[in-house]
């Protein structure tokens, strides 16, 4: 999945990806936040919710976010997280694909610990914030790679062109853990007591965080999706993956129909195709 000796593609990469967000059936304020953005050297532009776009001369970042906690203060969560990223990211641009080693890992932990600290300090002086977090769950997508960096229950899939749809970051949750050490089955998490409470986040309380990082080589025909967790408690996996491949890149639908099966969270997906 992640082969190290992969050369820069010939040509440049091209992105088509669509988000779509929705409040459910039950909130009354939407605590998911989404953002698609592109970066060069010089500055960072801020994209639509659909899109196409070359990876020949600017780097891309998709990410979701799921507030939660501190009054009403979990919507504001998610949108620090996602509006702290253009921060950091444009004075890594240029990292080509065989220079990875130099450091994205760091980058991206920087990144992270940044935001946390962020939601951290807020809810320590402000009596409204107290307890606020947010999960996190970014791309960055680079000449021949695709970085990711994530923490809490958000999730990104990897759906390669000739493979298995694979969820390639962690629930940071016991429920999470289970599912992973095949200890319970997709029906036992779904139904699982404890599968909200998460034993990582953004703020939210949390000393120190561990997020987990890692990078997927891309190829052409490859899809990626980030959701939160109101898109999984609607869909099982067989059917995120049916509708993750559908021909057309447009997540509406799939966000709609996650939210008529349960709709009782936020619903959030970002799906990006490689071409």
């Known amino acids: 999945m992640t082969p190290t000796d992969l050369e820069e593609p010939a040509h440049p990469l091209i992105l088509n990806w669509s988000g779509s967000t929705h409040v459910g059936r039950f909130r009354k304020n939407n605590e998911d936040a989404f953002l698609a953005l592109n970066f060069d050297a010089r500055e960072t532009r801020y994209l639509g919710k659909t899109g196409r776009g070359s990876m020949d001369d600017a780097d891309f970042v998709f990410a979701v976010s799921d507030g939660m906690g501190g009054a009403n203060s979990g919507e504001f969560a998610s949108k620090i997280a ?29 990144l992270f610990e940044r935001i946390h600290h962020a939601i951290s300090d807020l809810g320590r002086y402000y009596p409204e914030c107290q307890g606020m977090g947010a999960t996190l769950s970014l791309c960055w997508f680079m000449p021949g790679w695709m970085c990711f960096c994530h923490i809490g229950d958000s999730r990104i899939y990897y759906l390669p062109k000739d493979g298995e749809m694979i969820q390639i970051t962690h629930d940071h949750s016991h429920v999470g853990w289970l599912r992973r050490s095949g200890k319970i089955n997709e029906r036992e998490a779904r139904t699982h007591p404890g599968k909200s409470s998460l034993s990582q986040a953004l703020g939210g309380g949390n000393q120190k965080i561990d ?17 939160s967790d109101g898109l999984v408690d609607g869909l099982w996996d067989r059917r995120i993956d049916e509708m993750a491949r559908g021909e057309e890149i447009d997540v509406v639908k799939m966000v709609e129909f996650a939210v008529s ?13 490689v071409s």
């Open 82 to 110: 996602v509006e702290k990223i253009t921060r950091l990211l444009p004075a890594s641009f240029g990292m080509a694909a065989q220079h990875l080693e130099t450091g994205f890992g760091d980058i991206l932990r920087e």
């Open 211 to 227: 997020p987990h990082i890692g990078r997927v080589a891309c190829q052409p025909g490859d899809r990626f999706l980030i959701c």
């Open 261 to 273: 099966e349960s709709g009782r969270d936020n619903t959030t997906a970002l799906l990006i195709e």
